[in-house]
């Protein structure tokens, strides 16, 4: 491993490392399965409540909600009182959430369940990836971070598997209650791993964050590391809100904003949510052949994220960025010249097939770059003194075009045409795609200070070109 900045040069990457990222990546799990399960579960409860389709729609979105409310408090929570408490706070509601949705026997519980789950989630979206990108050393920070996507997207997946298994008895109760096992592995797991070192520095536990530095990098001489870290907190003012608006933050505070509308703007949770529909769309009218293939998507899901965690660190940001994308818009524009001329005349098997190959291209090419990248991004380019309320503020907005996305995908799809829609998000990737030429900057193998020094310096983020090879 290549050591940058003041990172020590004989540490090896030690095990403690590794299982604190796998641990804190499972609120990733989380995140993944209590957005999946509904989708299943909510054609149980509809029935068992009674629901109109207006309710059934509040039903689904509550979830979003409470995320929304999640990413306004995580901020201030994960800068306050620290990141690992923060991850442990979260579990803790989400084991409350879940407990409340499983007794709920009417719709208002129920959502207080819901929205409970979610604010557990709105926190941990994005305090997971903080913590981890606090404790990674820079040449693996990367592929540490995105396995968070990573367990996202296990955790949809997951969750379509126990939809399918529980809903031959229509157990909806079972299927929430199943999210609780990785709940209580996150909550006792955290509790056993060691805080952040970079946080602690700022908050004046020197000592400690000394020790958490020799454990986490296997070697006593910590002392380049964390002199970098105490040079960066001391350049800055202690955090607050207001430090948001400085000039220095600007810049990365437009990337992250900007990067959080993008990642929903291009429709990524229309196939996520309501895959089986679109494949209904298509002409795939029986039950299973959309079942199946939307755990085909979502497999592909997983797959092609496994590619970007291995390829982030080696290849850097902006090229899975820019390929993504790119794949991401050409799929699109198929599927929607799918709907627009494959219809009619030529069956709608053309139809099924064009959707299945352009739905699984248009998957794998997000998981490759929008998904990772953009909440990778979000745990780099911010300083320390106000990394988790910057967080927050991509977060809600990422959170708040999820909800905008899903609430008026149907409607879309009625008003413009089915062809129309996907051709409009086509449009929206030409516009992430020169965004991200523009405007992002690559941060391949640096080190957050190193990253935070740029920015501080008023410097453009295109300027930043990552670590140079060694
Ligand atoms: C997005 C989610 C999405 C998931 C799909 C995440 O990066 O933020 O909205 O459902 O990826 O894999």
Do not use: C
């Not at 803790?92 to 208002?108: D, I, K, P, R």
């Not at 960066?232 to 990067?259: D, K, Y």
């Not at 690559?442 to 990552?466: D, N, Q, S, V």
Request: hydrophobic fraction near 55%; avoid cysteine; aromatic fraction near 8%.
């Amino acid at each position: 491993m290549k050591a940058r900045g003041g990172e020590p040069k004989s540490s090896g990457i030690t095990r403690l490392v590794y299982i604190a990222v796998a641990v804190a990546a499972i609120g990733g799990i989380l995140f993944g399965y209590d957005t999946g399960v509904i989708s299943g579960a909510i054609l149980f409860i509809t029935g068992e409540f009674s629901l109109s389709p207006t309710l059934e729609e509040v039903a689904t979105s509550s979830v979003l909600v409470g995320a929304i409310l999640g990413a306004i408090s995580g901020g201030l929570l994960a800068d306050r009182i620290g990141r690992r408490p923060s991850i442990i706070a979260a579990s803790v509601v989400f084991l409350a959430g879940t407990g409340t949705v499983v007794v709920a026997t009417g719709l208002s519980v129920f959502l207080i369940g819901r929205v409970l789950i979610g604010v557990a989630i709105g926190v941990a979206s994005f305090v997971v990836p903080l913590y981890i990108s606090e404790i990674a050393p820079s040449a693996l920070r990367g592929g540490m971070v995105s396995l968070n996507q990573l367990f996202i997207t296990l955790g949809i997946l997951v969750s379509y598997g126990a939809d399918y298994l529980f809903s031959a008895s229509g157990n909806w109760r079972a299927m929430f209650a199943f999210g609780a096992v990785p709940a209580t592995i996150l909550l006792i797991g955290m509790f056993l791993l060691p805080g952040s070192p970079r946080w602690l520095v700022a908050h004046h536990q020197q000592d400690r964050a000394t020790s958490v530095l020799r454990k986490i990098r296997g070697t006593s001489d910590v002392s380049g590391e964390l002199d970098d870290i105490r040079r960066s907190v001391r350049m800055q003012e202690t955090g607050n809100w207001s430090n948001l608006l400085a000039p220095s933050i600007r810049m990365p505070l437009i990337v992250g904003i900007g990067l959080a509308v993008l990642q929903q703007l291009t429709g990524i949770n229309t196939v996520i949510y309501y895959a089986p529909t679109i494949f209904q769309f298509a002409g795939l009218h029986s039950a299973t052949a959309s079942i199946a293939a939307t755990a085909g998507v979502g497999v592909v899901n997983v797959l092609a994220t496994v590619v970007a965690v291995i390829l982030v660190d080696r290849a850097g940001r902006r090229p899975l960025l820019l390929a993504g994308i790119a794949g991401m818009v050409v799929s699109l524009a198929v599927l929607g010249a799918g709907f627009a001329f494959g219809g009619a005349g030529s069956g709608g098997s053309l139809l099924g097939l064009i959707t299945a190959v352009s739905l699984t291209a248009y998957v794998a090419s997000f998981a490759i770059g929008l998904g990772p990248v953009f909440w990778l991004l979000i745990a780099e380019i911010y300083p320390l003194n106000v990394r988790g309320r910057a967080m927050s503020v991509a977060t809600i907005t990422n959170w708040a075009a999820n909800f905008l996305i899903t609430l008026t995908f149907l409607t879309l799809a009625g008003v413009m045409g089915r062809a129309g829609v996907f051709w409009l998000y086509a449009l929206v990737g030409i516009v992430a795609w020169l965004f991200v030429l523009r405007l992002v900057p690559e941060t391949k193998g640096l080190t957050l200070e190193e990253i935070e020094e740029h920015f501080r310096a008023g410097r453009h983020p295109r300027e930043l070109k990552g670590a140079p090879k060694p």
